[in-house]
């Protein structure tokens, strides 16, 4: 059998960077290493989990281009031979209870009937005590009679796991090797709550198991998990899987990754005009690395070099602006098409070019192609080609109340006039000639009938640009900007 790893998030939020990070890393180690990539909900947590926030996941992923192999499809239907793939529909068909009554019979686990008031009172002594917060197994030995007794008083029992208090637990993991914990640290775990629902400790343990699972690779947050979740294995008498714990995500400033820091939802990304492509590319390496440390990958590339020896333990440090660049250089690997097709939403929503000549339409977007960081920066940069001119102050200030303004429009506008044919070439030759012969010096020209015609200093390559505004537009332009010089 190949392998089977799994990106198992709960749906109570959006998709953030750390967990497309950590979909990526599962998805690629099962390209890379022959295995399927499987989704399964963690939606054990009825109040925070939402259906909105499941969807998240899946228009996350879809996007990213990370499909996976098994699990839930956001068409309804189930894709694999392990489902239910949700926690919640796992649990009303029964899947953990006999894993739970095998516990209780083979007294590896109890019902605890404390109150949240009395769990909180053991706490507060604790922290007096200066001892670690931890239930303190309290309900371990309750007589039939105590029992009874809570019951009558009518307290629902959660369960909890009976965890060893010596030794330690061990195990390899694959990114950071040993890793061992002292028993003593670990306590009587709830496995399930009082409304019948499995904790995520107990359903992801059950679930890994009964998918059959040959690695786990998430998140360090979850490292400290891990002794817990092998202790469930143990009592449950299972192998556990391989472990894997990617290093964790810091902002610049060497604080776990947040809001501030760019951590924000993965379509928020998408909106903000990023190549899924160029995300994934920038995720794959905050934590994982080439020994030739290759920064760029084609197509294909990563699903084959992608090797998790080479995944790193100390912190990976989100850089926005290497994301930035990184989704330049992927636009600039554009073709004129693709760079126009993922232009398009862009363009559409800022709607000044409602109905244009597509093919046009093309070539104006793909002239600062060089240029872009993000897709959304192209609505604003090619807008004059099709919506009114707005001035730019400091433009109007610095270039069309130089005292040579007007006269180097008024020869402009005498040359092009009688132009025939508007391309680049001899637009550019009628400017320098049009300069020539009115004693002033190419940029005197140049520079007004760029303001004039974008009402900016900067832009395109300035006959091009004049090229694919059309003789028409250009004479209005510059005519109408007479008017502002002096
Ligand atoms: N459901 C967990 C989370 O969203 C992940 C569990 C795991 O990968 O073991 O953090």
């Not at 004039?452 to 006959?463: C, H, I, Q």
């Not at 250009?474 to 008017?483: E, H, I, P, S, T």
Request: charged share 25%; proline share 5%.
């Amino acid at each position: 059998m190949g392998n089977r790893v799994r990106f198992a998030p709960s749906p109570t939020g959006h998709l953030h960077i750390g967990g497309l990070r950590t979909a990526l890393f599962n998805y690629l180690f099962a390209k890379k290493y022959g295995g399927s990539f499987i989704l399964r909900i963690e939606d054990t947590d009825e109040e925070r989990s939402t259906a909105a926030s499941t969807q998240a996941i899946f228009d996350g992923l879809l996007w990213a281009q990370l499909t996976w192999d098994e699990g839930p499809m956001p068409n309804g239907e189930v894709k694999g031979a392990y489902g239910p793939y949700y926690q919640a529909q796992r649990a009303q068909e029964g899947v953990y209870q006999k894993f739970i009554d095998q516990l209780l019979a083979e007294d590896k686990a109890y019902q605890c009937y404390c109150t949240p008031q009395e769990l909180e009172a053991m706490r507060t002594q604790q922290q007096a005590n200066k001892l670690p917060p931890r239930y303190d197994g309290r309900c371990r030995r309750l007589t039939g009679e105590q029992k009874e007794a809570f019951k009558a008083q009518g307290r629902k029992p959660v369960i909890r796991f009976k965890m060893p208090k010596e030794g330690e637990t061990k195990f390899t993991d694959l990114i950071r090797g040993e890793v061992s914990f002292a028993n003593k640290d670990l306590y009587d775990l709830v496995i399930q709550k009082a409304s019948g629902i499995p904790t995520y400790n107990f359903a992801v343990v059950v679930d890994d198991h009964l998918m059959e699972m040959t690695h786990v690779i998430r998140g360090d947050d979850h490292i400290s998990n891990t002794p817990a979740q092998i202790q469930l294995y143990r009592a449950l008498g299972w192998a556990h899987p391989i472990m894997a714990h990617l290093s964790m995500i810091h902002g610049p400033d060497g604080t776990k990754l947040s809001k501030r820091h760019g951590d924000t939802s993965v379509i928020e990304y998408k909106k903000q005009g990023y190549l899924p492509q160029a995300l994934i590319n920038y995720l794959a390496l905050l934590g994982w690395s080439t020994p030739d440390s290759q920064q760029l990958f084609a197509p294909g590339e990563l699903e084959q070099k992608f090797d998790i020896a080479g995944c790193q333990k100390s912190p990976a440090v989100f850089d926005p602006v290497k994301l930035q660049w990184m989704n330049g250089e992927y636009i600039r690997g554009l073709s004129k098409d693709a760079l126009y097709e993922a232009a398009k939403p862009f363009i559409d929503e800022a709607g000044f070019a409602a109905g244009a000549d597509t093919e046009r339409l093309k070539d104006i977007v793909a002239l600062e192609q060089e240029k872009y960081k993000t897709l959304k920066e192209i609505p604003d940069l090619i807008s004059f080609f099709y919506a009114d001119v707005t001035f730019d102050e400091a433009a109007v200030e610095k270039v069309f109340k130089q005292p040579t303004a007007k006269a180097a429009l008024e020869a402009a506008i005498a040359k092009y006039e009688a132009l025939d044919s508007f391309t680049e070439q001899p637009l550019e030759e009628a400017a320098r000639a049009a300069a020539k012969e009115s004693g002033l010096k190419a940029g005197q020209i140049f520079h007004p009938a760029r303001v004039a015609v974008s009402g900016r200093t900067n832009g395109p390559t300035l006959f091009k640009m004049l090229e694919y505004m059309g003789k028409d537009m250009v004479l209005k332009r510059m005519r109408a900007a007479l008017g502002l010089t002096v």
